[in-house]
Nanobody, 115 residues
Framework: QVQLVESGGGLVQPGGSLRLSCAAS????????MGWYRQAPGRQRELAAS???????NYAESVKGRFTISRDTAKNTVYLQMNSLKPEDTAVYSC?????????WGQGTQVTVSS
């Protein structure tokens, strides 16, 4: 069992920045990859960024160049640094951990980009 605790969401103006954190606990060794998903009103949930246990990183095209996913293995934490935020980035951002047979989700954190 993996538990995920997210933090860092909030309200920012366009062009601003936020850093989301996802702290994992439990069976950390079972995690194969972690990712940040987002879901905006009226839109399907999409993968914004992911990182595997090996360190392979993928970004959605819409966030590439603006978002950076990273990990701190000592803290069992994955971060999503979001720069140059746009109104269309407004969404609930959720952390997901994938294991061999299970998926774990964080509670989600709201990111609102508005002037």
């Amino acid at each position: 069992q993996v538990q995920l605790v997210e933090s860092g969401g909030g309200l920012v103006q366009p062009g601003g920045s936020l850093r989301l954190s996802c702290a994992a606990s439990g069976r950390i060794s079972s995690i194969a990859s972690m990712g940040w998903y987002r879901q905006a009103p009226g839109r399907q949930r999409e993968l914004a960024a992911s990182i595997t246990s090996i360190g392979r990183i993928n970004y959605a095209e819409s966030v590439k160049g603006r978002f950076t996913i990273s990990r701190d293995t000592a803290k069992n934490t994955v971060y999503l640094q979001m720069n140059s935020l746009k109104p269309e980035d407004t969404a609930v951002y959720s952390c997901r951990a994938l294991g061999p047979t299970r998926v774990s989700w964080g509670q989600g954190t709201q990111v609102t980009v508005s002037s």
